[in-house]
């Protein structure tokens, strides 16, 4: 796969898993703050964004087969849920075709990035864009393409990451 596409799935998935991640750290801190209280803990007041059920990362990560399908389902799904702040912000990527990305390829990326904790507290400042500014970059001189401009991806750092 050439190296401007593979940056499109890397980056995707990344953003997927720091959405997850900022969601679980939120639930167990409406968990702790209601001593408990499961129903509070999920309020959507509780979180800068919504992860439906059947979308979340672990989730995707149980499934064996069709990686990609349910990968894509649960980022349709997250975005749908959240139209004011992420609508179109996963694109288009392909997700489902194989020849592309193998499932074994997208499994071993998914436990990949499972090792990291990409939450807020995980994540101080803007360490994820900073990271995002410094691949596009690599992506962009093994590609021997111009910089890429920023994206909707980087909004959606900033809506995490605000303080």
């Known amino acids: 796969m050439d190296a401007a596409d ?3 799935y890397i980056f995707l998935l990344l953003f997927f898993k720091c959405i997850c991640n900022a969601y679980d750290k939120e639930f167990k801190t409406a968990l702790a703050k209601s001593s408990g209280d ?3 803990a999920s309020f959507p007041e509780n979180h800068r964004f919504q992860v439906p059920e059947g979308c979340y990362w672990d989730q995707v990560r149980e499934k064996s087969m069709n990686a990609g399908h349910a990968l894509q389902t649960a980022k349709r799904c997250i975005e749908q ?5 992420l609508f179109d912000i996963f694109g288009d990527a392909q997700w489902t075709n194989k020849d592309r990305l193998s499932d074994q390829l997208l499994k071993d990326l998914i436990e990949h990035f499972s090792s ?3 939450s807020n507290a995980a994540c101080k400042g ?3 864009g900073q990271a995002y500014e410094y691949f596009i970059k690599k992506f962009a001189d093994l590609t021997n393409k111009k910089r890429e401009s920023f994206t909707p991806l980087v909004q959606l750092l900033n809506c995490l990451f605000a303080l």
């Open 6 to 8: 593979f940056k499109t």
């Open 38 to 40: 499961v129903e509070y």
């Open 81 to 85: 849920t959240n139209p004011d702040a």
């Open 116 to 118: 990291l904790d990409l």
């Open 126 to 128: 803007n360490i994820l």
